[in-house]
């Protein structure tokens, strides 16, 4: 079984979030960082950023 690590969301990307998604795509998002660490782009410092398309966006 992984580990789950913590994943912090700070107020301005709920807010952000609120407006685009829903509260069960934030979650996914949110399971998908907690089970995957290495995920994204190491951006110093424990942060890391990860882009990931909404529905209907071409890729």
Do not use: C
């Amino acid at each position: 079984m992984h580990s789950l690590h913590i994943v912090v969301e700070l107020e301005f990307f709920l807010k952000r979030a609120r407006a685009i998604m829903s509260d069960e795509e934030r979650m996914g998002i949110v399971t998908l960082l907690a089970t995957n660490p290495e995920a994204g782009v190491a951006l110093g410092g424990g942060l890391r950023k990860e882009l990931l398309a909404t529905y209907g966006d071409k890729a």
